[in-house]
């Protein structure tokens, strides 16, 4: 079994930084691509940023130059540094990524997305 926990959200005030985790454990054996998403109250969710297997990133134009997102292969964790927050963002980050896992049967291996349950991020004075 496979699972994910997300971690590092909180209250900030604007101008602030925060760091969110995403780590996922279980019969893995390698993480594909990864990502941040985001749901503002009343809205749909967005991508924030994605990172490949290889590193290559992307970033929504409305974080762009203020957030980072980085990944710890061995470690099976991901990581999205947020600075410069404002208040518009404001919501529930989800990480997800296409996991390669082990089976207990035929075939062996598989792949499948995990997401996040969520981590909500309140940036306000």
């Known amino acids: 079994q496979v699972q994910v926990v997300e971690s590092g959200g909180g209250l900030v005030q604007p101008g602030g ?3 969110l985790s995403c780590a996922y454990s279980g019969r893995i054996f390698v993480l594909n691509d990864m990502g941040w998403f985001r749901q503002k109250s009343g809205e749909e969710r967005e991508l924030v940023a994605n990172i490949t ?3 290559t990133t992307n ?20 990581y999205l540094q947020m600075n ?3 208040p518009d963002d404001t919501a529930v980050y989800y990480c997800r990524a296409v996991v390669g896992y082990y089976t207990n049967m035929a075939p062996a291996r598989s792949f499948m997305p995990l ?3 969520g981590t909500l991020v309140t940036v306000s004075a």
Request: aromatic share 6%.
């Open 17 to 19: 930084s925060l760091r």
């Open 53 to 55: 297997a290889d590193g």
């Open 59 to 78: 970033y929504a134009p409305s974080v762009k130059g203020r957030f980072t997102i980085s990944r710890h292969n061995v470690a099976s964790t991901m």
């Open 84 to 86: 410069m927050l404002k």
């Open 115 to 117: 997401t996040g349950k």
